[in-house]
């Protein structure tokens, strides 16, 4: 028996969001012919997307308000340029994965012309800008959720949602020596993680923070050892760029945060899906961020929730340390460092449970729902 086929957009432009959109894709081939359109990271783009030409997809790694306006004329560009292509093809489905704001836009046009809208990864509705809720009760027919507790706040908002799970409950720790032979590195040393971002403003604003903070674990322990995994080549170019990069023993490789990870007890981790990614493979994360002055002064008037990091926002908890904007120094990350050292089962016993409140209905299950839809 013949598939259907069906006209499928996608924009799934985030580091992280592109290995969502491609196991959705995954999952809808079992089901449907596809015919794919839109844009992607790597994962994505091997699924025979057909996307504008002359875009590139970290064009559209920009965040908070600041920058994104300095960059408005190139994302209009591509906002219009990936309507056109999905309005000329006649699409049947919109998946927007991470980027919410981003994706509203085509939401709202789509479903104007009868498309099927889904939302992979829900805007943080339930932290802050609630008001975002009458947007996507308009305009999305189905947000598929990371997180129960998000599940929870829709229902109370009588939306329908739907589980998806987050893939880190899949995660297990890399073995240790096969992740030495790997690197090359030496079995005898005290490795800790450094996660500085998958953006180069978040490298720019970090790396020397971190930097420094090395230098004083360094001081503290010659044993210790950096492992710096970055997210591609032209963000590790700009990692080793950091002013004093080699006064540090380190190893700094693309795609290697779960290898690197999983040797680490401790991480020193910029917030957002790598503290969780952390978690889950037995790092024990130092959660930091800090961005431009202005962005940080509206930024904190809209956010409603006691917690950053997503270990904390999962436990309910303040466990993990948290260094925002001014509270970032290096001096406070060594002083994070030793406490955790200190507590260290503690702070293990902890990690014991966050899989648990992620593991949803997953993706063959996603793809039924969306079949549902159509």
Same mark, same amino acid.
């Given at each position: ?12 432009? !985030? ?6 959109? &491609?196991?959705? $894709?995954?999952?809808?081939?079992? /089901? ?21 030409? !002359? ?10 308000? /600041?920058?994104?306006?300095? #960059? ?15 309005? +000329?093809?006649?699409? *049947? ?23 099927? @809208?889904?939302? $992979? ?28 507790? !998000?599940?929870?706040?829709? *229902? ?9 799970? #987050? ?57 210790? &050892?950096?492992?710096?995994?970055? %997210? ?11 002013? =004093? ?10 795609? +290697? ?12 981790? @910029?917030?957002? @899906? ?30 409603? @929730? ?10 309910? *908890?303040? /466990? ?13 990350? $060594? ?8 507590? %260290? ?16 209905? =997953?993706?063959?299950?996603?793809? =039924? ?6």
């Amino acid at each position: 028996m013949s598939k259907r086929k069906i006209k499928v957009g996608i924009i799934a432009a !985030e580091h992280s969001g592109d290995r969502l959109g &491609f196991k959705l $894709v995954e999952a809808l081939q079992d /089901i449907f012919d596809i015919d794919l359109y839109g844009l992607g990271g790597p994962e994505v783009a091997s699924q025979n997307i057909i996307s504008p030409s !002359e875009i590139d997809y970290q064009d559209l790694h920009v965040m908070g308000l /600041i920058d994104p306006l300095i #960059h408005l004329p190139k994302i209009l560009s591509i906002r219009k340029k990936l309507l056109n292509l999905f309005i +000329s093809n006649d699409i *049947d489905i919109f998946i927007g994965v991470d980027s919410p704001d981003f994706n509203m836009f085509f939401h709202k046009k789509l479903k104007s012309r009868s498309v099927k @809208t889904i939302q $992979v990864v829900s805007p943080s509705v339930w932290g802050w800008r609630e008001n975002r809720i009458k947007s996507i009760k308009a305009y999305v027919d189905l947000i598929m959720c990371l997180f129960k507790f !998000e599940c929870d706040f829709y *229902d109370q908002k009588n939306m329908q949602s739907f589980f998806l799970g #987050h893939p880190f409950s899949q995660l297990k720790p890399k073995n240790n020596d096969e992740v030495i032979k790997k690197h090359s590195l030496d079995a005898s040393r005290d490795f800790v993680s450094i996660l500085p971002g998958s953006r180069a403003s978040e490298i720019s604003q970090l790396m020397p923070v971190y930097l420094d903070a090395a230098k004083k674990l360094l001081n503290k322990n010659a044993n210790r &050892f950096f492992l710096i995994p970055a %997210a591609n080549k032209k963000l590790a170019e700009m990692i080793q760029s950091t002013n =004093g990069m080699n006064e540090i023993p380190h190893r700094l490789s693309i795609d +290697s945060a779960q290898d690197f990870l999983s040797l680490s007890s401790i991480s020193i981790v @910029t917030s957002g @899906t790598a503290s969780l990614e952390a978690a889950v493979l037995g790092s024990v994360p130092i959660i930091c961020y800090k961005t431009n002055k202005l962005n940080y002064a509206i930024l904190s008037r809209l956010v409603r @929730t006691p917690f950053v990091g997503l270990p904390n926002l999962l436990l309910q *908890d303040h /466990i993990f340390p948290e260094l925002i904007q001014q509270d970032l120094t290096p001096e406070a990350i $060594v002083n994070s460092f030793s406490e955790i050292s200190s507590e %260290a089962q503690k702070y293990q016993s902890y990690l014991s449970q966050i899989n648990d409140s992620m593991l949803g209905e =997953g993706f063959e299950v996603a793809a =039924g729902a969306i079949d549902n839809l159509l």
